[in-house]
C-alpha cells in the first residue's frame, strides 16, 4: 500500500498533489490510500479522508511500503522512525499551496545532505516515474536498520527554528 499524505493544514490544500497521485493510482497495480486535508478534489482511483485521530494515521504509516507526503519535517521524522521509504513533494508558493517556501527551502536541505530512503520530487508530474522504479526495484522493501540520531536530531533542530 502506498499512502499518501498533505498534512493537517486547513487552509492550503495540495492539488496538484492529489490530482496526479489518482491519476497514478489508476495506473498502478498497488493500493493508495490518500489524506487530503482540506483539497478540494475527490479522487477517483484512491481511498481517501480529510483527517484522522493520530492513531490511525499512524496506523497507515506503519502498514504502508512506501509514504509520499508534502515535505515537511513531521512526515520526514514519522517515515524514519518507522523505516519506511519515503517521497516527499514541497508545497511551492507560486502555485498558492502554501504562504511561504520553507517546504521548498527544507526539500533542497534534505537533497543537499543526502538522507537515505528520501526522495525529493519538485514536481508531481515526475512522481509516476519515481513511483515505477520503487515498485519494480528488487529492494522495495529495504529500509535503514539503524535511522540515524544525528539526522533526526538535525531535523528536530531545525523544526525548533521554524517554531522561534
Same mark, same amino acid.
Given at each position: 500500500?502506498?499512502?499518501?499524505?498533505?498534512?493537517?493544514?486547513?487552509?492550503?490544500? #495540495?492539488?496538484?498533489?492529489?490530482?496526479?497521485?489518482?491519476?497514478?493510482?489508476?495506473?498502478?497495480?498497488?493500493?493508495?490510500?490518500?489524506?487530503?486535508?482540506?483539497?478540494?478534489?475527490?479522487?477517483?482511483?484512491?481511498? #481517501? #479522508?480529510?483527517?484522522?485521530? *493520530?492513531?490511525?494515521?499512524?496506523? *497507515?504509516?506503519?502498514?504502508?511500503?512506501?509514504?509520499?507526503?508534502?515535505?515537511?519535517?513531521?512526515?520526514?521524522?514519522?517515515?524514519?522512525? +518507522?523505516?519506511?521509504? +519515503?517521497?516527499?513533494?514541497?508545497?511551492?508558493?507560486?502555485?498558492?499551496?502554501?504562504?511561504?517556501?520553507?517546504? +521548498?527551502?527544507?526539500?533542497?536541505? =534534505?537533497?543537499?545532505?543526502?538522507?537515505?530512503?528520501?526522495?525529493?520530487?519538485?514536481?508531481?508530474?515526475?512522481?509516476?516515474?519515481? &513511483?515505477?522504479?520503487?515498485?519494480?526495484?528488487?529492494?522495495?522493501?529495504?529500509?535503514?536498520?539503524?535511522?540515524?540520531?544525528? &539526522?533526526?536530531?538535525? =531535523?528536530?533542530? #531545525?523544526?525548533?527554528? +521554524?517554531?522561534?
Amino acid at each position: 500500500m502506498i499512502f499518501v499524505s498533505v498534512g493537517s493544514d486547513k487552509m492550503y490544500g #495540495f492539488l496538484r498533489l492529489v490530482k496526479e497521485m489518482d491519476e497514478i493510482a489508476g495506473l498502478i497495480n498497488e493500493e493508495v490510500i490518500m489524506q487530503i486535508a482540506c483539497t478540494k478534489y475527490m479522487p477517483k482511483n484512491a481511498k #481517501f #479522508f480529510s483527517y484522522l485521530p *493520530y492513531e490511525k494515521y499512524v496506523d *497507515y504509516l506503519q502498514k504502508a511500503k512506501l509514504i509520499i507526503a508534502h515535505c515537511s519535517a513531521g512526515a520526514v521524522l514519522r517515515a524514519r522512525e +518507522l523505516l519506511k521509504p +519515503l517521497i516527499v513533494v514541497p508545497r511551492q508558493t507560486k502555485y498558492k499551496e502554501h504562504f511561504d517556501d520553507h517546504q +521548498l527551502e527544507f526539500a533542497r536541505a =534534505i537533497e543537499s545532505e543526502y538522507i537515505p530512503n528520501i526522495t525529493v520530487v519538485y514536481e508531481p508530474d515526475n512522481l509516476q516515474e519515481v &513511483i515505477s522504479r520503487f515498485l519494480n526495484s528488487e529492494h522495495q522493501q529495504y529500509v535503514i536498520q539503524n535511522a540515524s540520531k544525528g &539526522i533526526i536530531g538535525a =531535523i528536530r533542530e #531545525f523544526i525548533k527554528t +521554524l517554531q522561534r
